[in-house]
């Protein structure tokens, strides 16, 4: 699959490729202070979609400032917390990897000469937490509420996590309220466990990241994402290409 990025007078192309469960990421064209959040917000995405790792061949970009290269570490601090998913870097030339190893890139980016040099490092890595996961696109109404709160009881309970159906409950509630209350979007919920943790993440159109607020006003009242931070291991925003993912991991400290 292709998709082109147009911003301008600039074109950015990243074809995606699946080999054996990793994502390889091939991009083409200018990568400066106008395309370097499309191809950010196109590597989190492939990182969303939960391979075991995101190989990026950078061998054909044009990075007239040395500066851009940090696009990489911007996609790699997005996806650490979750879904944890190795970015690696592919450049064929030297000229590119010293200047990714210049500007401190190679530090939380690996970049190797040849894609078969980033594939076996993902082989010998230690193999990607199992993890079940499931989707449902919701209703942009306040339908999906209910909507929502069922397909988690449902889902965790037969994952066997039905200790933490109620925090997850707490959880999507504010998260699709936010949709709803914020964007004209149709909530898309997304639900994944690897036996120990459950992360709750609903995805919307809108680019506007998720804040917390102290309090909503008309009922005086803690916002629903301060609740979240309180009763979730760990939360956060993903951006991706249409919008956002927000998403909480919730341990078993956090049961209710």
């Given at each position: 699959?292709?998709?082109?990025?147009?911003?301008?007078d600039?074109?950015?192309?990243?074809?995606?490729t699946?080999?054996?469960?990793?994502?390889l990421?091939t991009?083409?064209?200018?990568?400066?202070?106008?395309?370097?959040?499309?191809?950010?917000?196109r590597?989190?995405k492939a990182?969303?979609?939960?391979?075991a790792g995101?190989?990026?061949?950078v061998?054909?970009?044009?990075?007239?400032?040395?500066?851009?290269?940090?696009?990489?570490?911007?996609?790699?601090?997005?996806?650490?917390?979750?879904?944890?998913?190795?970015?690696?870097?592919?450049?064929e030339?030297?000229?590119?990897?010293?200047?990714?190893?210049?500007?401190g890139?190679?530090?939380?980016?690996?970049?190797?000469?040849?894609?078969?040099?980033a594939l076996?490092?993902?082989d010998?890595?230690e193999?990607?937490?199992?993890?079940?996961?499931a989707?449902?696109?919701?209703?942009?109404?306040r339908?999906?509420?209910n909507?929502?709160?069922?397909?988690?009881?449902?889902?965790?309970?037969t994952?066997s996590?039905?200790?933490?159906?109620?925090?997850a409950?707490?959880?999507?509630?504010?998260?699709?309220?936010n949709?709803l209350?914020?964007?004209?979007?149709?909530?898309?919920?997304?639900?994944?466990?690897?036996?120990?943790?459950?992360?709750v993440?609903?995805?919307?159109?809108?680019?506007v990241?998720?804040?917390?607020?102290?309090?909503?006003?008309?009922?005086?009242?803690?916002?629903?994402?301060?609740?979240?931070?309180?009763?979730?291991?760990?939360?956060?925003?993903?951006?991706?290409?249409?919008?956002?993912?927000?998403?909480?991991v919730?341990?078993?400290?956090?049961?209710?």
């Amino acid at each position: 699959m292709a998709i082109t990025v147009k911003a301008d007078d600039t074109d950015i192309t990243v074809a995606e490729t699946i080999v054996g469960d990793t994502a390889l990421l091939t991009c083409r064209g200018r990568l400066d202070s106008v395309s370097y959040r499309a191809l950010r917000d196109r590597i989190i995405k492939a990182a969303l979609d939960a391979p075991a790792g995101v190989v990026v061949d950078v061998s054909a970009l044009d990075v007239p400032a040395e500066s851009a290269w940090a696009v990489f570490t911007s996609a790699s601090w997005h996806v650490a917390r979750w879904p944890e998913v190795p970015i690696l870097l592919v450049c064929e030339h030297s000229e590119g990897r010293s200047a990714i190893r210049r500007n401190g890139i190679a530090r939380y980016v690996p970049v190797h000469a040849t894609l078969g040099e980033a594939l076996t490092v993902l082989d010998g890595a230690e193999p990607p937490r199992y993890r079940r996961r499931a989707r449902a696109d919701l209703s942009a109404d306040r339908s999906s509420l209910n909507q929502s709160r069922q397909f988690v009881e449902d889902w965790l309970t037969t994952w066997s996590q039905a200790a933490l159906v109620p925090v997850a409950k707490v959880v999507v509630t504010a998260f699709v309220e936010n949709v709803l209350g914020h964007t004209d979007s149709r909530p898309s919920l997304r639900l994944e466990t690897d036996g120990t943790v459950v992360t709750v993440a609903v995805e919307d159109a809108s680019h506007v990241a998720a804040n917390v607020h102290e309090f909503v006003e008309e009922v005086n009242r803690p916002s629903g994402l301060k609740i979240v931070a309180a009763l979730s291991r760990a939360w956060g925003n993903a951006p991706t290409p249409t919008g956002k993912a927000v998403w909480a991991v919730l341990g078993p400290e956090n049961r209710l």
